[in-house]
């Protein structure tokens, strides 16, 4: 089983332009999360979803949009690329409210 | 709201041991995960406490005071390779999402 694979591993955006953060998972989790974290600081989390259809605001969402149509694919949307969104973005998933598996990473720069 | 309390910094020698406190509050909770993050990669899972005393896994154990929302990880005989952040997070009530702790970076020195 691959887990839970994000793409791309590394970006560098100037300001305002737009991408989406890909994440996919096959093991059929309900739960999925968008984590950024900042140099030497923890995780926040961005958005979360508890199943297809279904998303909610996590602690720090201004400036990302999400969807969850289906149960394998949770993609992250930056609409307007700033500096401060310059951070590691981390994708997870679990069975439910329990442990997470987490992809590798997204390493974004905007410059 | 969550409010989860860890130190920032901690450092230790080879061989030693040392125990990582993780204070919290929480408005739902089944439990409390600990997480490790070397720099640079993801957070592996660690433990994942949900009676309260202590569990002992290897090299590492973890306990849990539900009444005082309090943790700590305890790792012995301290190698380099435990060089990393460590992560607290209560687990929270169905239909919620995990929230992270700001982490300790443990330093084990030779």
């Known amino acids: 089983n691959a887990g839970v694979t994000q793409t791309p591993k590394f970006r560098i955006l100037k300001i305002g332009q737009s991408m989406t953060l890909q994440c996919t998972q096959d093991?059929?989790?309900?739960?999925m999360y968008w984590y950024r974290q900042d140099p030497g600081m923890g995780l926040k989390l961005i958005y979360y979803s508890v199943g297809a259809g279904i998303t909610d605001k996590g602690e720090v969402p201004n400036g990302y949009n999400v969807s969850r149509s289906t149960t394998e694919d949770f993609p992250l949307r930056l609409e307007l690329a700033a500096p401060s969104q310059t951070s590691v973005y981390f994708c997870a998933s679990s069975p439910s409210a329990t442990e997470a598996f987490f992809g590798q990473g997204t390493r974004l720069t905007v410059v | 709201g969550q409010n989860i309390d860890q130190p920032t910094e901690m450092t230790a020698t080879e061989g030693a041991i040392v125990q990582i406190s993780c204070t919290y509050q929480t408005s739902g909770f089944n439990g409390l995960f600990w997480y490790q993050q070397h720099a640079g990669e993801a957070p592996t899972f660690l433990s994942y406490n949900v009676l309260d005393g202590l569990e002992e896994k290897g090299r590492f154990s973890s306990f849990l005071s539900r009444s005082k929302g309090y943790s700590y990880l305890l790792l012995k005989e301290l190698q380099m390779k435990d060089s990393a952040s460590y992560l607290c997070a209560p687990s929270p009530q169905a239909g919620t999402a995990l929230i992270f702790g700001k982490g300790t970076t443990l330093s084990v020195s030779s």
């Open positions: 093991m059929n989790h309900n739960y």
